[in-house]
T-cell receptor, first 116, second 111 residues
């Protein structure tokens, strides 16, 4: 069964809306979670590393004020796309693994975001 | 910088064997992962190699040569459901769990 849950699966909303996406590890604690974005026919691009109890680490070129990440507990990280615009439409995926070396990342089912 | 290279597309027929290659150049190495991703879905874990050699798991096998910066995923007895994108990912080791992904190889299996 799924070990990482992501919600919602689909979001369609108007330009200017803020959208929150949740990522939960279901049967393990994850100090670190990762947020990716994937455009059609392209690979996964790491956006940021979500750290429990501290600030997220953003990849170069990712606006931290636009993509707000909160990792308030060991099983939950949230990504909020603030004031979303059509160019933010994409497939957003989170991942988490058990806090041990060489553990595979398990991915959530992804959130397809469409901004009209 | 990090560079992970794999072919963009491959095709094969049902029952055949296909090998998907991956070469990498990363600052640090803490393992290489293969994931399968069907269109519109999230990736699912297939295999992991951290030492040189072949890891076999049913119809799928993965090979690693650290000295050559090279890995391959071998799929045997291909089935139509194996049509998907196969992602090669390297863990640089600097941050636990962080992965760098190749752009993926889109495999199409024909009847």
């Amino acid at each position: 069964g799924a070990v990482v849950s992501q919600h919602p699966s689909w979001v369609i909303c108007k330009s200017g809306t803020s959208v929150k996406i949740e990522c939960r590890s279901l049967d393990f604690q994850a100090t670190t979670m990762f947020w990716y974005r994937q455009f059609p026919k392209q690979s996964l691009m790491l956006m940021a590393t979500s750290n429990e109890g501290s600030k997220a680490t953003y990849e170069q070129g990712v606006e931290k004020d636009k993509f707000l990440i909160n990792h308030a507990s060991l099983t939950l990280s949230t990504l909020t796309v603030t004031s979303a615009h059509p160019e933010d439409s994409s497939f957003y995926i989170c991942s988490a693994s058990r806090d041990k070396v060489n553990q595979p990342q398990h991915f959530g089912d992804g959130t397809r975001l469409s901004i009209l | 910088g990090q560079n992970i290279d794999q072919p963009t597309e491959m095709t094969a027929t049902e029952g055949a064997i296909v090998q998907i290659n991956c070469t990498y150049q990363t600052s640090g190495f803490n393992g290489l992962f293969w994931y399968q991703q069907h269109a519109g879905e999230a990736p699912t874990f297939l295999s992991y190699n951290v030492l040189d050699g072949l890891e076999e798991k049913g119809r799928f096998s993965s090979f690693l040569s650290r000295s050559k910066g090279y890995s391959y995923l071998l799929l045997k007895e291909l089935q139509m459901k194996d049509s998907a994108s196969y992602l090669c990912a390297v863990g640089p080791g600097s941050t636990l769990g962080r992965l760098y992904f190749g752009r993926g190889t889109q495999l199409t299996v024909w009847p």
